[in-house]
């Protein structure tokens, strides 16, 4: 953020309390990418950002540089509600892990607009109950995987490139992030040609359509199974257990 003073759609994805009465929140905004700002007085004053500091809305945000590498945000108002995402405990979840995928998943001040769409598309989706939550946050991961440049290689063996027969399972290496076949000394997790088909699907444009296609529980366990444990190993922490596809949210 260059000049004083900019205006840009945003969401939450952290906020942590700083000093006496400031907040240092994260924000996933359109034009500027992912970026941490100064609220400054957020705590004190109510009048100042009201309740618009909040996560699971589309925020309307103006922010300017400062002093630091911290960008300042001066204002910030709700211009989009996702309501029903709120008042059902599946969906929050659901929202809940897709902020922290965006979190982790996107780079400081690469802006880009495909990952911002598809985050606000998601929440949206989940408003709407286009799907079980649980299939509309797996596509979602998928989708974030692939804009991201992160996409495990799902159709063939990644050390002698053989292609997977779609009708059978294959072996998945969540840490090479791609199949090997069993002539290459095989992988520890399984996915099914179905599951696989599925995962490529949902990473393209239409995830959203993946999504509703309805995933069956087997499949929707090794799907999400295998890309938790593959972007783990991508970002070298274990994301929040009760964070990505809880088990609790799963058998509602
Ligand atoms: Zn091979």
Known sequence: ???????????????????DADRVVTLLTQRFGKAAFIARAARRSRKRFGSSLQPL???????????GALGVLAEAQVTR????VLADLGRMHAA?????????LTVEHEPDDAVFTTAVALLAALDEGVAEPQSVLLCFTARLLALTGFSPRLDRCGLCGKQADAAR???????????????????????????R???????????IGAARFGWPRAELGEARAALR?????????????ASLLPAAAEER
């Not at 509600?81 to 029903?84: D, G, I």
């Not at 992030?177 to 992988?187: K, M, V």
Request: charge should be positive; hydrophobic fraction near 45%; include cysteine.
């Open 57 to 67: 809305a589309l925020l309307s945000v103006q922010v300017g540089s400062g002093r």
């Open 81 to 84: 509600a996702f309501p029903r």
């Open 1 to 19: 953020v260059r000049s004083p003073s900019e205006i840009t759609e945003a969401l939450l994805l952290r906020s942590v309390d700083y000093r």
């Open 229 to 241: 444990e593959f972007i783990e190993q991508r970002i070298g922490r274990e994301l929040k257990a």
């Open 197 to 207: 088909t599925r995962l490529m699907r949902a990473a393209g444009a239409d995830w």
């Open 169 to 195: 399972a294959a072996l998945f290496d969540a840490r090479l992030g791609h199949l090997t076949c069993r002539a290459c000394g095989g992988a520890p997790a399984r996915l099914s040609g179905a599951t």
């Open 96 to 104: 809940f892990a897709a902020l922290e995928l965006l979190r982790e």
